[in-house]
């Protein structure tokens, strides 16, 4: 159930937020220097990063539950996965994934590196 | 005065929902595979300045997985939103939705598409 509507909340978030940010990183970077800096202002300089890091990890932690959830989709297609314990594990562990994905990338972005 | 037959027509499935459903499918298997390369690719990056991101998306090896990218993610929510409209939207405003999300997808295409191009095909900075 909680799993289903992120579903749905994941991807009109990634669909409405994501692209475009990711569409401006494009524009920018095609637009020269000085646009690239306006987007980096954004979400690297302005609260001191916090607009970064807010969008940032909303948008891995949307990624990955989506990821998860549309691969738990590919089986339930297949017909697997219908049962009550097997249907309710394969959505924790959706969320397990998402979570630890997008620990996993922050933590190597901002500590490893 | 109208027949029974003047009455149905066009109403009832577009024949369409197969194929939206399938093409669903299709994009998720394409998105899935895209955007892990992406996200590795933007956590391996050495720097996030303009110099670099620029010199790595000049790479074809670069541009054209991410054209990919952005038609099958924009293909993806297309169809997804399609449905997400239909749930929540009735009579008019569905029409209106669909056509603004048509447009939106459009436009995203085209800017994120040229952008890509633009920097792939730019002098080297």
Known sequence: MLVSILHRATGVAMAVAGVPILTWWLAATAAGA????????????????AIGWVVGI?????????????????????????????????????????ATATVLFWFFVGVVK | MRTAIGRVRG?????????HWWNQRLT???????????????????????????ETL???????????????????????????????????????AMVVLNLYAAAIVVIAGFSILKIAFGAAA
Not at chain 1, 58 to 85: C, I, K, P, S, Y
Not at chain 2, 11 to 19: D, E, F, I
């Open chain 2, 58 to 96: 000049r790479s074809a090896w670069v541009a054209v997985p991410l054209l990919l990218l952005i038609g099958s993610v924009v293909y993806h929510f297309r169809l997804g939103l399609q449905v997400v409209i239909e749930d929540y939207q009735h009579n008019e405003s569905r029409v209106v």
């Open chain 1, 58 to 98: 909303g948008l891995t932690l949307a990624l990955f539950l989506h990821m998860g959830n549309g691969v738990r989709h590919l089986f339930l297609d297949a017909g697997a996965l219908f049962e009550l314990r097997r249907n309710k594990l394969s959505a924790l562990a959706v969320l397990a994934f998402g």
């Open chain 2, 28 to 54: 998720a298997g394409s998105n899935l595979l895209l955007m892990l390369w992406f996200v590795l690719l933007l956590a391996r990056l050495p720097a996030y300045d303009y110099a670099t991101v620029r």
């Open chain 1, 34 to 49: 000085e646009s690239y800096a306006t987007f980096r202002h954004v979400f690297f300089e302005v609260a001191g990063g």
């Open chain 2, 11 to 19: 109403l009832g499935s577009a024949k369409q929902g197969t194929h």
